[in-house]
């Protein structure tokens, strides 16, 4: 912003540090396909526009477009019509341009009711998107569950009966001696088999 004096009434008035001009959309501006900017403005701040300009929208996409100069007149030309077509800007709408330096223009869209606009949210025609607006793809989500969906295509394996319980080994059935077997039996457990023999002698004849 900046104060200065003016000369016809000798007081002080402000000036804007960001300027605002707008432009009632006229047939003749869509048969041309390009859009005037005022001259008022242009003799004011013709000096600091480049030949290439960016417009913003509060939506945030920005569109590159160029200027052209002729007979001290300047219009927006090369992306204006792309901007207008996306935009429906037709006869009777109005844009309102606030210059922020910078070859950057901030404008707002009113309709032909004087509202504005509900903005495209993605432009299809932009130089270069503001980061802000770039569409990211959602990172795919690896899930490490390789083994979880091999079990998953397995059936279950049958569960054993609770109740039922293993074969018992069955005892060992011991075998009818004869006398002379058990005193032989006795004789090798204790290792003393010759002392055994008058015994298995004697044995043996009482039972004949």
């Given amino acids: 912003m900046s104060f200065r004096h003016q000369r016809d009434h000798n007081q002080t008035v402000f000036s804007s540090g960001t300027p605002h001009f707008f432009s009632i959309i006229l047939e003749e501006t869509l048969q041309e396909n390009k859009l005037r900017i005022p001259h008022k403005f242009t003799r004011k701040y013709g000096e600091t526009l480049s030949n290439s300009m960016f417009v913003k929208l509060p939506c945030g996409s920005k569109w590159k477009m160029k200027l052209t100069k002729k007979d001290n007149k300047i219009w927006l030309e090369e992306g204006w019509p792309d ?92 075998m009818r001696m004869s006398p002379n077997e058990c005193i032989l039996e006795n004789a090798m457990s204790k290792g003393d088999l010759q002392s055994s023999m008058p015994e298995m002698i004697g044995m043996e004849n009482l039972l004949l």
Avoid: W
């Avoid at 607006?133 to 990172?139: N, S």
């Avoid at 899930?143 to 109740?163: G, H």
């Fill in 83 to 174: 901007f207008a077509k996306h935009y429906s800007i037709r006869r009777g709408s109005m844009v309102m341009f606030r210059f922020d330096g910078n070859s950057e223009f901030h404008a707002v869209i009113f309709d032909t009711s004087t509202v504005e606009i509900d903005y495209p949210y993605i432009p299809n025609h932009l130089d270069k998107p503001d980061i802000d607006l770039e569409l990211r793809a959602p990172k795919e989500k690896v899930v490490e569950d390789d083994y979880v969906q091999i079990l998953d295509n397995l059936s279950p394996c049958p569960k054993r009966k609770e109740n039922a319980s293993l074969p018992c080994p069955q005892p060992l059935k011991r």
